[in-house]
């Protein structure tokens, strides 16, 4: 029997990123699919036209540029919902 889930996200809806911000969007998205795309390999997967768990095959192991664009916005996605919620949270993000 599964218990109840309810997902609850941070609340991030009052949340503006500043521009400084924005910026480390893509290189945060990149960063990610790398991270992704690197555990996949290691764990004995390989490029294939379509997705196969038998065979540990995935289109998407590519190189970031080379994804489709609805690809490259997941990852996007990924990546301003962190920022948003690091925000929300009360944390600052400077530079250094």
Do not use: F
Not at 10 to 28: F, Q, Y
Not at 50 to 73: A, K, V
């Amino acid at each position: 029997m599964a218990t109840p889930y309810e997902p609850a996200p941070v609340d991030t809806s009052g949340v503006t990123l500043p521009p400084g911000i924005l910026a480390l969007t893509e290189r945060l998205a990149r960063n990610a699919h790398d991270v992704w795309a690197r555990q996949r390999l290691a764990d004995g997967w390989r490029w294939g036209p379509r997705r196969n768990d038998d065979t540990r095959e995935h289109p998407c192991l590519l190189s970031y540029d080379e994804l489709p664009d609805s690809e490259r916005e997941y990852d996007r996605q990924v990546a301003l919902g962190t920022l948003r919620t690091i925000l929300a949270l009360g944390y600052r993000i400077d530079k250094a």
